[in-house]
Each structure stands twice: as C-alpha cells, then as structure tokens.
C-alpha cells in the first residue's frame, strides 16, 4: 500500500512562492511516473505536472499549460520524496494540492489520495 504525506502549503501573495513536497512510501512498481494534481473549490481535479525516471539520477517533466514556465517539478529518489516548486502564483493556483503515482504519458493516477495541502493565493 502506497502512503502519500503532502505538505508545504499555505497562504501566499501574488506573484509569490511556495515548495510543496510529497512523501511516498511503499512503492513497489518503478514503471509509474510521479506527478501533482490540483483541485480548486467547485472543480475537478486536474493534472499539473509529473515527472518522468529514464535513470537514477535523470528524468523527463511534463506540465499543464497553465503552470508551465512557473511551476518546477524534482524529485528525490534517495528520500522518496516529490516536490513542486512554485514560482509567480496567481489567485487561479488556489486549490488543493495532492501528489500521486501515475501511469506515464496518460498521466492517470494509481493510489488513493492523500489528504492534500492547501495552496491559496491572495490578489
């Protein structure tokens, strides 16, 4: 059984920054890409980025197209843990955010869902 502990939100100012992380443990299968979803009051949960293991120490990043050139996606093998780095916000980046395995290049996720980190962003 897969475990995934996200942290890092909060409350931020426009055109600020945050770093969320993801814990996981218990994967057994290298062959799912890692990747972050968003949900916003009202809304579905959508994709926003994941990332990609060709090797130990390099990888592919995939990214919406409204979080791409401000949101950075890494990985920490060593410490199976999962980051999102996030730069200029925008008050629409306001959502809950959670981590999750997913089957590559479809992006869907594998697991049950953690319980998320709240990211809000004030105008």
């Known amino acids: 059984q897969v475990q995934l502990v996200e942290s890092g939100g909060g409350l931020v100012q426009a055109g600020g920054s945050l770093r969320l992380s993801c814990a996981a443990s218990?994967?057994?299968?290298?062959?799912?890409?890692m990747g972050w979803f968003r949900q916003a009051p009202g809304k579905e949960r959508e994709f926003v980025a994941a990332?990609?293991?060709?090797?130990?120490?390099?990888?592919?990043?995939y990214y919406a197209d409204s979080v791409k050139g401000r949101f950075t996606i890494s990985s920490d093998n060593a410490k199976n843990t999962l980051y999102l780095q996030m730069n200029s916000l925008k008050p629409e980046d306001t959502a809950v955010y959670y981590c999750?395995?997913?089957?590559?290049?479809?992006?869907?996720?594998?697991?049950?869902w953690g319980q998320g980190t709240q990211v809000t962003v004030s105008s």
């Open positions: 999750n395995e997913v089957h590559p290049f479809i992006w869907r996720p594998v697991d049950s």
């Open positions: 218990g994967r057994t299968n290298s062959n799912y890409a």
């Open positions: 990332i990609t293991a060709i090797s130990w120490s390099d990888s592919n990043t």
